[in-house]
């Protein structure tokens, strides 16, 4: 048994057709169905569709119209007509420079995928979006998932519970 | 005050268990290798782009928005090239985009640089070199691959 992506509406947004067609031939390889991939261009395009059909997973990329990208990121995660601002958001991108990474976590990515990229990184990024999603941390000037990555428990006081609420959706 | 929501996972509720089929993976891995599209003209249009940032920058003067235009440019070249089976230009992009990523603006040597890759980048096009082992390509790549180096060590000191 494997996953069953029959249900699962994915948005690729792409600088090109040939990079969109690309994604979702592997994409279809790792059994997700051509009919539940939709594409957009523009960050305009990808944020109208997203409105109007509420994927479950997004994958942009950077786009080369400065910050595109990370425009569309931010709308999903904060604008008010965003029908869900917890979706999974994969970022691709050509750089994996340390500031692009920054950049891309501090607007709420929930992955980031260097290209060229190899089928099973893709894999691994939807495993943890779909097994280990990160809570979210919602401020008047960041939406998204925790940025502090932790692989093991804090030992002392914890003093942030006072200062925070905790939510389930 | 910040608030912690632990979303409910609807993707997980959908897609149930079992990962992904080692399979599909080899299948998916194998699109991407034997994905045949015709680079030369794709990297033309984004040399271009390269090219008309240059001109806008001699006229409009503004090194950070310059500096935006060109890595975006670039870094769709350096993942575009070999995901369409043109190491080639990965390889010489890589150089540039090393150097740009090191720096948060551009001057008039890294124009020089930018511009000496773009016409680099052009002659692999034109001569058909797509492999990054091939000798015409290794060495465009070693020349500007000094003169970052070069650069960086003067930025350095």
Redesign the interface.
Known sequence: ?????S??KVLIVE??Q??FK?FK???A???VPERNIDAAYSYEEAFKKYCNKRH??VITD??????SGILLIKDIRMHAKSPNK?V?IIM????G?F?RVIKSRDCGVSEYL???????S??MR??R???N?R?????DNYTGP?RRIKDHAFEGKNRRVA??????? | MNKIVIPKNTLKAKVGNGGFNKESIEKAQKTIEENVVDFGPIAKEYLLKIKTAIATYKSDNDPKALYGRLLDQLTQLRAQGTMFQYPAITAITDTVVDLLDSLKTVDDKILEIVEAYEQSANILIMSKVKSDNDKICQALVGELRTVCDKYKKKIKA
């Open positions: 048994m494997s996953y069953n992506f249900n699962v600088s090109s040939e990079m690309l031939n592997v994409l390889m790792l059994e479950d997973i950077w786009l080369d119209n400065p910050d917890f999974p691709t991108a050509g750089s420079h500031s260097v290209k060229p990229f190899a089928a099973n893709l894999a939807l495993t979006v779909i097994e999603p809570p979210f941390v919602m401020s925790e200062e925070q609420s905790v939510e389930h959706e």
